[in-house]
């Protein structure tokens, strides 16, 4: 290609709202530019880099047996209202009537488009197990869009979904969808890791998240040094202390200013581990009479020196979706914020306790009275409600595993495989004749990699000062050809040699100073960059510099391409030795 000719153009200065260096360098570089809040095109450059992306992902999914389809981005809501997710998730999903005004949706994800397809495909054991894949947009109105790709409204996902008769056999094909995610990261040339992570509005029992650790990313890892263990916060365990004795009669005693467990604690001389506080949430949930959403105050009391983990919270509630509770909400049920806990609350709400509490005996907690608190309440004898684990992890607890003190790291998410057992099959009646002719519930299971976060984290992890420097296996050319020479006759010929020996070239033909052509050829960093200068071309050579170590060194003219392909070979095959193959434990 050309850069003459080429539709985009680099930019000296990245435009307002990047806010991360890897976005930055997509915007400044041209692959990407923004339309609206989350909603990106991509460029020529953007797109030819995905599409290495995609081919990559193709191989390592045929060679797990799976088949390539494509399901509509438009769905309509009846299959959503089946499953219970048309009522269950909340704006994200987009809805909307057709001209028939029959209700439409915007696909998220495709669980019920391709179990509604199944359905008609698979009726006997003899047609499992199947697995199939698509790369296909997906919608998601997103409230906080950020970081250019990380976290867009519309996207290209790989998703695909797995079919089988039993547990065994989802067991197997989840297991090759382990393997096969860490072998396109690692082809792709982005460090990840696997965690153990919360299902959500997917469903299912089982569920992995892919990570790329980095400053950037939203979701907080805890992991073990020591024994490996690792998990998203929004499921980590830890290894709890718990404070059991003798029961203690309660006591009412005055607690001027001490709405917060620190002022608590100071003001009686007592531990934060020996109090007990209440966080209030609001839940959503769905009346199983009548379809609608409903919400109800939800009480979680935990150890006063831990946190809720709002995720555990929701799961232990089965709510659709928490917000913070009102005032007027604590209220109506007879408890008082500051000095709240369930102790003599009334009305209509839901009490979770974690089990540091639950396990812990004569904790300080709110009397329900401003000014007040309670000495020696003690969970069982003096309130009731469901016992969870709904803390939060966090830096330096305990490992749940070994017991050394655990690690915390910033992560975004580039991959996810789910379990999803019958959760879809059994509500879209999506079943199959067994060998004795009973109908019996397909098994599913459901994985996704995001395109273009893909990208976009690897122009965060592959970067400098310059720009981008994208590895051979994703860069949108594999050579960057630069010319300085008034004759286009010598560049011209070299372009086409290269072209003709199969190597992808992008060639810099533009009248511009050496300075602006070296300057976007860091910029787009592509890994090979060529020059033919005159001081070299009168020697009979070209330099050529290697953009992530920027080394160069010169070849002859009449050698380049066998050089330049020789250098690509290598390139790759130093990605091809670092290729994970890690299996489920």
């Known amino acids: 290609m050309r850069m003459s000719r080429m539709f985009s153009k680099t930019l000296r200065e990245a435009p307002n709202g990047a806010d991360t260096k890897g976005y930055e360098y997509l915007l400044r570089a041209g692959y990407i530019r923004q339309m609206g809040a989350g909603i990106f095109s991509l460029l020529p450059l953007g797109f030819r880099a995905t599409e290495k992306i995609k081919a990559i992902i193709r ?29 269950s998730i909340d704006k994200e999903m987009s809805r909307f009537k057709d001209r028939n005004n029959r209700d439409m949706v915007l696909a998220m994800t495709h669980e019920e488009a391709v179990t509604d397809i199944a359905r008609g495909e ?64 690692s082809r792709c040339g982005l460090p990840s890791i696997a965690v153990g992570a919360d299902s959500g509005m997917m469903g299912g029992k089982i569920s992995h998240e892919y990570m790329y650790l980095s400053p950037i990313g939203e979701d907080t890892i805890i992991y073990c040094p020591e024994c490996g263990y690792t998990a998203n916060r929004q499921i980590a365990k830890f290894s709890k202390e718990y404070f059991p004795e003798e029961m203690k009669e309660i006591e009412k005693r005055e607690t001027p200013e001490s709405k917060t467990i620190e002022a608590l604690a100071e003001y009686l001389g007592v531990d934060p581990k020996k109090t007990a506080k209440c966080v209030f949430m609001v839940g959503s949930f769905i009346n199983d009479k009548n379809g609608e959403e409903e919400d109800k105050l939800i009480v979680a009391v935990v150890r006063g020196d831990l946190e809720v983990e709002e995720s555990k919270l929701s799961n232990a509630a089965r709510a659709n979706a928490l917000r913070p509770a009102h005032e007027e909400e604590i209220t109506a049920c007879g408890m008082v914020p500051g000095y709240a806990s369930p102790i003599g609350a009334k009305g209509d709400f839901i009490c979770i306790v974690d089990d540091s509490v639950a396990k812990s005996n004569n904790l300080v907690a709110g009397a329900n009275e401003a000014g007040y608190h309670l000495l020696n309440t003690n969970y069982g004898r003096d309130y009731s409600g469901m016992v969870a684990d709904i803390a939060s992890a966090r830096d330096g607890f305990a490992c749940p595993v070994c017991g050394k003190p655990l690690k915390a790291s910033k992560g975004v998410e580039i991959g996810n495989i789910f379990q999803l057992g019958t959760r879809y099959s059994e509500a879209m009646n999506c079943t199959y004749q067994d060998e004795n002719g009973k109908q019996v519930p397909v098994v599913m299971g459901s994985y996704g990699i995001g395109v273009g976060r893909l990208l976009a984290c690897l122009a965060e992890e592959y970067n400098d000062e310059g720009g981008l420097k994208l590895p051979v296996s994703v860069a949108p050319y594999q050579v960057h050809l630069v010319s300085l020479v008034k004759e286009t006759e010598i560049a011209d010929k070299i372009y086409e040699d290269l072209e003709k020996a199969g190597i992808e070239v992008l060639y810099d033909d533009r009248k511009e100073t050496a300075g602006v052509k070296f300057a976007d050829a860091d910029l787009i960093g592509i890994p090979l960059r060529i020059t033919l200068g005159n001081r070299s071309l009168k020697e009979g050579k070209v330099e050529v510099k290697i953009r992530e170590s920027g080394e160069t060194t010169s070849f002859l003219l009449e050698d380049i391409a066998d050089e330049i392909k020789a250098e690509i070979m290598r390139e790759q095959q130093e990605i091809d030795s670092r290729i994970v193959n890690k299996e489920l434990d």
């Open 59 to 87: 191989s390592e999914m045929e060679a797990i047996g799976a088949e390539e389809m494509e399901m509509p981005v438009v769905n309509p809501a009846d299959i959503w209202k089946e499953t219970g997710r048309y009522y």
């Open 122 to 185: 698979v009726d006997s054991y003899k047609r499992l197990p199947r697995l199939v894949y698509q790369m296909q947009t997906k919608w998601r109105d997103d409230p906080r869009p950020r970081a250019g790709l990380i976290r867009v409204r519309e996207f290209t996902m790989l998703d695909s979904y797995s079919f089988d008769r039993d547990a065994a056999g989802l067991d197997k094909v989840y297991r090759d969808h382990y393997r096969a995610y860490f072998r396109i990261f």
